[in-house]
């Protein structure tokens, strides 16, 4: 929690049991009720029990992620936690106050029906507390979200941009042409399936901000088109190799991810070496997370040095954030001396 925010919540939390205990004076002191040394100590019991229960009750909201369920769903949870904190504050002050001998009644009460009574009253600055707490967070969270969308939204624009310049530009356009018009003579037949491959990966940029995510499935047929005309200009110096776990495919992806990592292997990694090399793709399940691993011959350098600069890498890592929280990650670095290992972590949506 960050400096500010505790001192904040310190403030709030005392400045607000302390509102309880003067409020509790002041019905006192206008009811006529006796206001002796033992009536004090008592109050300092409230304050000090009710910051420590709430402050056990926050802790637990954010543990078990309460705050970030739908309201429909937290409601339920919240109103079971009232209700217990009430319970946990009431046995907190009685045993407090029964142990420091400075109870108020002069009538001996079962403990049940003492514990019934207080928890009721409790009850009363629970609820209020637990409402306040959730509707600030409420509003901030959807503050951020907006402010999160926004940015989401900013930044899928300017990689569309950026991806339609990369497939459209002269170099990349006269390369895959070039490598078709070579097949028209001796392979016809490859050369219409060029075409298309080319087609597809030009319709895919032009549609990636039309949606926040795609199935691995649909990007993973893009890249496939892509490689396959690679393989064209590169022959036998390129090597592809999949190894995807069929469950995956219907994994949430951000739009144009894989296919950036795999053209940055083809370009920073393969097209580097005199021999070629490989590059493999693999999607799998790891614990609960979707993990996607790019590898390929080469290593890395000063445009690809793993820190995640250049928009490529820096708007995967980014967008991965914005789409998946902090959960979602990627990194890339250099294995065996020869071999660049990118690696993507997506948390798997197990409701």
């Known amino acids: 929690m960050p400096k500010n925010v505790s001192k904040y919540y310190w403030l709030c939390q005392i400045g607000g049991w302390a509102f309880v205990a003067f409020t509790m004076l002041f019905f006192a002191y206008t009811f006529d ?11 300092f019991v409230v304050v000090f029990s009710g910051i420590l229960s709430t402050h056990l009750f926050r802790a637990v909201i954010s543990k078990l992620n309460w705050l970030l369920l739908p309201v429909e769903k937290v409601l339920p949870r919240l109103l079971i936690g009232i209700i217990a904190v009430s319970v946990l504050n009431s046995i907190l002050q009685i045993s407090i106050i029964d142990l420091l001998g400075i109870s108020e009644s002069k009538r001996k009460l079962d403990f049940s029906t003492r514990i019934l009574a207080s928890t009721m009253d409790c009850g009363l600055f629970i609820t209020p507390w637990t409402l306040i707490y959730y509707i600030y967070h409420y509003i901030q969270k959807s503050g951020k979200q907006q402010v999160d969308t926004l940015k989401l939204e900013a930044l899928v624009k300017e990689l569309e941009l950026k991806t339609i310049k990369s497939h459209i530009n002269p170099h990349f356009i006269f390369n895959a042409l070039n490598s078709i018009r070579a097949l028209i003579d001796e392979n016809p ?51 592809v190799e999949y190894e995807i776990n069929e469950d995956t495919l219907n994994q949430p992806i951000p739009p144009m991810m894989l296919q950036t990592l795999v053209e940055n292997a083809i370009k920073h990694g393969i097209s580097k070496q005199v021999s070629g090399g490989s590059v493999k793709i693999i999607s799998d399940f790891k614990d609960a997370y979707h993990e996607l691993v790019i590898e390929n011959t080469g290593m890395l350098n000063g445009a690809l040095n793993g820190d995640g600069s250049g928009f490529g890498l820096a708007s995967t890592r980014n967008r991965l954030q914005l789409l998946f929280g902090e959960k979602a990650n990627f990194n890339i670095k250099e294995v065996n001396g020869n071999m660049v290992e990118a690696t993507v972590l997506i948390p798997v949506d197990i409701h």
Not at 192 to 217: C, D, G, P, Y
């Open 189 to 239: 037949n490859r050369a219409r399936t060029a075409i298309t491959e080319l087609s597809n990966i030009l319709r895919s940029s032009m549609q990636a901000e039309k949606s926040e995510t795609v199935t691995f499935e649909k990007e993973l047929n893009i890249v496939k088109d892509y490689l396959a005309l690679e393989h064209i200009r590169f022959e036998d110096r390129l090597k």
């Open 33 to 43: 009720h006796e206001i002796n040394v033992k009536f004090i100590e008592r109050l």
